[in-house]
């Protein structure tokens, strides 16, 4: 963030998960595809790219199963549409105006079910 408080960059890598696109392995179960999604502090990321989880270290994520969307293209497209629907809702004619013309609320209570078991 800057001295302003504006995010300049953000994460998609759930929303961006199950794609063709995506890495992770494409299985079947029962008739339906999924892809494996995993953050890179993932035990699985570990073993597949460091070899292993190093002693000083513990995993920091999960590996789901995350059903298969198909190319990303639509997805995409449907981020767009919601920012550019967003910037007309609020007058901002570029990206960069958005934080001068809306106040973001910080929520800190939030449970998110995409991924199933939040234990």
């Known amino acids: 963030m800057d001295r302003c408080g504006s995010t300049d960059f953000v ?3 759930g929303m961006l998960a199950g794609h063709s696109e995506s890495g992770g392995e494409t299985i079947e179960k029962n008739g339906k595809k999924y892809k494996l999604f995993y ?8 073993k597949k790219h460091a070899g292993g989880v190093a002693e000083y270290r513990a995993s920091e994520g999960k590996t789901v199963e995350v059903s298969y969307k198909g190319p990303v293209e639509d997805t995409v497209k449907d981020v767009l549409g919601g920012v550019r629907s967003t910037c ?3 007058g901002a004619a570029k990206l960069k105006e958005l934080s ?3 106040t973001f609320i910080r ?3 939030q449970l998110n079910t995409v991924f199933g078991n939040n234990d």
Do not use: F
């Not at 953050?39 to 570990?46: E, L």
């Open 11 to 13: 994460m998609l890598g």
């Open 39 to 46: 953050g890179m502090s993932s035990d699985t990321a570990m």
């Open 88 to 90: 007309t809702y609020v």
């Open 100 to 102: 001068r013309r809306t």
């Open 107 to 109: 929520v800190t209570q």
